[in-house]
């Protein structure tokens, strides 16, 4: 029975590690969809299709630009954000004095439109990637596991950018003017500050965050036009059960939903996918709100 | 949701038949008359499929219209229809009326299982919540041994109405999918006009002051969802019996867009926008198939050109236009 | 003003319902033949089906030289967008309206399935080549049906025995978990044992909805198989072998056998990644003379981008043998009858440039050889397309399931 227990611990630490690199994929997008939401009370369906051009822009970067990895790391959000700016004066900004849910249906649109034209363009079996050089390679001795150098940068990466975006919007003074300006924009407005170009940029950020867990992924994930579809509804249960109150929050729901799932695919593999919403119905009865939201 | 609302209008008309106001009692009328030629210079198999279809967005109709809820998992119970009324129709062998009613059942005790969570939030996260489910229901159906996967039920026996009148012909078919339709519609028709559609309206328009008045709007929410879903399961069942198949297709979010779209380019909140939504869309889809890779790209732009430009949808606009409530 | 409107919009409304309207079949001349290949053009299968499906259709009327003979054969093509109610609806369409002799390719089993009982109902032919179902040739077969390139039991049969006669002798699985996979599984595993391998485990994950594989790759290094078996199809696949790769599986010397892995999946992983896996097809470009011959022609009638595998070769050698039947038994009659046609097809040997010589048995399962792949290291390769090597075959009256196991009904002939 113990040795069973020893043998289950064994094999479950592996699996927790690369539950938090999936963790830091979940985190990434929950932080962008909530970013989103909580400034511009806009879900955005469209999120996975972002995701998926983030790793598309990284791979035509490279194979018409030569623009390696580490270009595209820095240069796919900027284009896929630059696209998010666009969207939003155009279309996104029209909607903001009507019910939340019309967002909701222009986003779902959008993601169907993007979604399409990939897949006419790049066809649907997928783009091949590699990592970069320096990050392959022998992988790394964590003393239970080898894991790959690549995995690891994913979750630095993760970390570093949500605890970034979550200084600057809770602790910069743009980040005030934005959380004062979803309070009460007339009023901030009215103190001088743009508040239509605060939103733009705020869309186009967290778009850009899509796309750069859109770049993360390329080199792991197959690079096709439905990658990002699949991952979108499981994110939305990790907003749900974090609840959109805070930033923190959703970024910590990531992890540990990552985590839980990666214990179950040792325990029970196949409830791995089912256990985020398992605990979406839990967390629903019991905190209505989420996790971390605020009633 | 914010429906166009036609109730305070100059000519909101009151009603002089059965709820129907004189100019709905016209449309009404043309509808009935519609179904009841087309078949003879339309395909009728094409025609089910609209009419299945329509029923659906009407169910779904009912709670983002009526109840301002935006479900966007619907295939769920649309697609519960269907494997149960097929299942039941082709292994327990039960006759076409049974088969479809024990889909509507079914699909309304889904609805209540999920609405009890649902309705908790409203919303954006009620949206969520409800796409979260059906795609556990997904995984349900992936692997229910019953629905047989990817294959799905195939071959499911139309069999004989009342163990009397054999539906194999598609024109006999078509007139008990036209008779399920019909009173789908005038179910949700009633159900809107009744007193309790009224409570409905009132939550939608503002739930605390609903909740002052003294109704207990939770049970109502949760009564207008497993309407819903029972309705939208009949339209499952029925679709499943015309086509002779149960597949995961129906319960795919995909589908709960769809509904959402059809229901969207009809007209929220309108009585006949999503049977004119449903015509539209599947109209559009049977002309793409020939038309290539498209599909998912038209409909993406239908949706993004409703959202910002026709938000009424067609009857809405209509509607607005002729300065009634249709 | 408002009068006008008000007008204008009955107008319209009286219009709308001719939207829709069905078009009546025109007489259709004695010396036409229609080919409707309903396939994937907007989902996952799109590759593999999709239009190079119709290219090699449309490859295979021009090759049999239909406009000298002065045929004139048409060639539609139809998106069932996956939804077997368009699919089913798209074909009966096709067949009452617009006197569609036959129908060819459609992937996705459920669809697949619709169809040939819509194709039996109205007696026409039914090529089915990309749908991996073996039920089209077991409980549910037609008199009316052929299934040409490949099914489930025989990519488990390639696969399973080919790979422990290679010296893979242990395996490990990894399933998606529904019908499918298990089936997928369970067949290779059955053939794994009968070769004299053995399972050391299996690991099944969620479908749809899976990305991550590592964890599961994981296990299964850890059961030090030789073996890594992967039951699964599509994004799926692509993704466990990407992953196989940044984990080292491969260059570990473990075999990671893609049991539902095409050439042009093997394209959108790129040979860095995928080099070192394994897969079963019937059809590779570069087999012999005629494959690159036929190769050849289909890509330039436009699959420069997606050059075809089995499932397209299938399209090509089913039209090409239904040509063949059709010339023999002349059109009228051709057009008359399915069973006619495909009883005919039956019983005349099957020869094209994408398969060579192989029959159809009675229950419509197409016999041919089946190649086990190994997908070359970019070093390997010397051009586009330049996959796989060969390291195994099985001879066509081996590969598919015996047909006493089907519990297909129709008459042997």
Known sequence: MIEELLFQLEMAAPQVALGLVNGAFYALLSLGLAVIFGMLNVINFAHGAQFMMGAFVAWLLLNYLGVNYWGALVLAPLIVGAFGVVLEKVMISRLYKLDHLYGLLLTFGLALIIEGIFRNEFGSSGLPYAPPPSLTGAPVDLGFMLMPKYRLWVVVVSVVVCLATWLIIEKTRLGSYLRAATENAALVQAFGINVPRMMTLTYAGGVALAALAGVLAAPIYSVNPQMGSSLIIIVFAVVVIGGMGSILGSVITGFALGLLEGLAKVVYPEASATVIFVVMAVVLLTRPAGLFGRA | ?326 | MEKIDRRAILAALAAAPSIGMTRRAGAQAANTLKIGVLTDMSGPFRDISGPTSAVAARTAVQDFGVAARGWNVEVVVGDHQNRPDVGVTLARQWIDRDGVDVIIDVPNSGVALAVNTVVRERNKVYLNSTAATVELTGAQCSPNTVHWTYDTWMLARSTGAALVRAGGDSWFFITADYAFGHSLETQTANFVRGAGGRVLGTVRHPFPGTTDFSSFLVQAQSSRAKVVGLANAGVDTINSVKQAGEFGLMRRGVKVAGLLLFANDVNGLGLATAQGAVCSETFYWDLNERTRAVTRRIVANGAQNNWPSMGHAGCYGAVTHYLKVAADMGLAAAKANGVDVVNRMKAMPTDDDAFGQGTIRSDGRKLHPCYLFEVKTPAESRGPWDYYKQIGVTPGNEAFRPLADGGCTLPTT
């Open chain 2, 1 to 326: 949701m914010a429906a166009p609302d036609m109730d305070t209008g100059p000519e909101a008309g009151r009603p002089v038949f059965f709820d129907f106001t004189a100019p709905q009692l016209w449309a009404f009328g043309a509808m009935v008359a519609f179904i009841a030629i087309a078949p003879f210079f339309l395909y009728p198999v094409f025609l089910m499929k609209v009419l299945c279809f329509a029923l659906f967005a009407c169910a779904f109709n009912l709670l983002i219209g009526y109840a301002g809820l935006l479900s966007f998992g619907h295939a769920a119970y649309f697609g519960m229809g269907g494997y149960i009324t097929a299942h039941t129709a082709k292994v327990w062998g039960l006759s076409p009326e049974l088969a479809i009613l024990l889909g509507g059942v079914v699909g309304a005790g889904l609805g209540l299982v999920i609405g009890s969570l649902a309705i908790r939030r409203t919303g954006i996260y009620f949206a969520m919540i409800t796409l979260a489910m059906a795609q556990m229901v997904y995984f349900f159906f992936l692997q229910a041994p019953f629905t047989g996967g990817e294959d799905g039920i195939q071959q499911v026996p139309r069999g004989a109405l009342f163990g009397v009148i054999d539906l194999r012909a598609d024109l006999a078919m078509y007139w008990v999918v036209a008779a399920v339709f019909l009173l789908g519609f005038i179910a949700v028709h009633r159900i809107v006009h009744s007193p309790f559609g009224q409570i409905l309206k009132a939550i939608r328009e503002n739930e605390p002051r609903t909740i002052s008045l003294g109704y207990r709007t939770d049970d109502y929410k949760l009564i207008a969802f497993v309407l819903s879903a029972g309705l939208a399961g009949v339209a499952g069942g029925t679709k499943s019996l015309v086509f002779g198949i149960a597949t995961l297709t129906d319960a795919f979010w995909g589908m709960s867009g769809e509904v959402v779209l059809m229901t969207l380019v009809g007209g929220l909140g309108t009585i006949f926008g999503p049977v004119v939504g449903a015509a539209v869309i599947i109209t559009m889809q049977n002309y793409l198939a020939e038309f290539g890779a498209w599909v998912t790209v038209i409909q993406g732009c239908i949706f993004v050109a409703c959202v910002l430009a026709f938000r009424a949808g067609v009857v809405g606009m209509i509607a607005q236009r002729l300065r009634v409530r249709l």
